[in-house]
């Protein structure tokens, strides 16, 4: 499923008159989402799952082709856990 196929389904379920509405909700559901991670928020949402930034330490990888050891510098990445609704509905 693409974002616009996204859209459309949005755009069917809400009852919303125009396709460019309920593109324009997902952008702004999509924009919070990014601003409320970029600021280090966690973001859950009961029954669906939970969005979390984790920082992951640096360290020494090894070049796969030369096996030369190189240095993989500290990040933060967004880790997401499905919540109970999600993980029964799926299954």
């Known amino acids: 499923m693409t974002k616009a196929d996204l859209a459309a389904l949005i755009q069917k379920k809400v009852a919303l008159k125009t396709k460019a509405e309920a593109e324009k909700a997902l952008a702004g559901i999509l924009e919070a989402i990014t601003g409320a991670l ?31 050891a190189i240095k993989i510098p500290a990040r933060k990445t967004v880790k997401f856990s499905v919540g109970k609704g999600l993980k029964d509905a799926v299954n």
Do not use: E, Y
């Open 38 to 68: 970029t600021k280090g928020d966690k973001l859950t949402l009961t029954g669906f799952g939970s969005f979390d930034v984790k920082k992951t330490a640096a360290r020494t990888g090894r070049n796969p082709r030369t096996g030369a």
